[in-house]
């Protein structure tokens, strides 16, 4: 049947028009005519609609420069009454990759945390985030306790931010990541009035015994650029 049908459709195309008897051949050619129809009415009207053109999945790349416009108000809003936040800890996943939703799964099924992701904030480093990208995490969103340190007493009270990477293995962070986390820590130390000596890296936490944030972490830079942006504030203000 379908041979027959190419065999005539072959025919139908080296002597299109010509006369034909047979009840196949007259489908085919109605066939053959309308599909060159439709093919030439998509290639006249394409060009006139570069509206509809095909875009292709968003990948990480394409938003790098985006992060950095991340409205911090908007991402850290929540709906619920805020806690009273005292210090920042400053984490490292000590994992090459990672984003939030991976270490939500790590924590919930593996380590069988109610709420899951420990942290409340992770900056991913390009591998299943973006590079500097800030994910907000369900803890930060419903205001609830961190489960990022060993010591319960500073959970309650301390905001845990991680770094996608291993920055004690030879791994560091990336520039895009130290520039989102100055620019968080300088928006909640602002926000929840939290002095430059309550920002600490986890191993300073007094707990067990962690290389956490590892030792390739710029800590003294990080701090010195709070200081910074903090001091030209200041001198801003009393200009005005
Ligand atoms: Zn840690």
Same mark, same amino acid.
Not at 8 to 21: E, M, V
């Given at each position: ?78 709906? /619920?009454? &805020?806690?009273?936040? #005292?210090? !920042?800890?400053?984490? *490292?996943? =000590?994992?090459?990759?990672? @984003? ?35 994910? /907000?995490? &369900?803890?930060?969103? #419903?205001? !609830?306790?961190?489960? *990022?340190? =060993?010591?319960?007493?500073? @959970? ?85």
């Amino acid at each position: 049947m379908y041979k027959k049908i190419l065999s005539i459709l072959s025919r139908n195309l080296i002597c299109f028009g010509s006369r034909t008897r047979h009840k196949y051949e007259r489908i085919v050619q109605c066939l053959s005519l309308s599909m060159i129809v439709v093919a030439s009415g998509l290639c006249i009207s394409i060009p006139f609609f570069p509206c509809l053109k095909i875009e292709g999945p968003k990948r990480y790349t394409d938003l790098e420069n985006s992060f950095y416009k991340q409205d911090l108000e908007h991402l850290c809003s929540t709906v /619920v009454r &805020e806690k009273p936040w #005292k210090y !920042i800890v400053i984490h *490292h996943s =000590a994992t090459p990759k990672g @984003n939030a939703a991976r270490f939500d799964y790590y924590h919930r099924k593996e380590r069988k945390w109610e709420y899951g992701l420990a942290y409340h904030f992770v900056i991913g480093n390009g591998s299943f985030s973006g590079d500097g990208e800030i994910e /907000v995490g &369900e803890r930060w969103k #419903k205001q !609830i306790h961190g489960a *990022h340190t =060993a010591n319960m007493d500073c @959970n309650r009270v301390a905001i845990g931010i991680c770094l996608v990477g291993d920055f004690e293995n030879g791994g560091a962070p990336t520039e895009n990541q130290i520039d989102s986390l100055v620019r968080l820590m300088q928006y909640l130390s602002r926000k929840y009035t939290i002095a430059s000596s309550d920002i600490m890296q986890h191993k300073q936490v007094h707990q067990k015994c962690t290389a956490c944030p590892g030792k390739n972490f710029p800590f003294a830079e990080v701090k010195t650029r709070l200081l910074q942006i903090a001091s030209k504030r200041n001198s801003h203000s009393q200009e005005l």
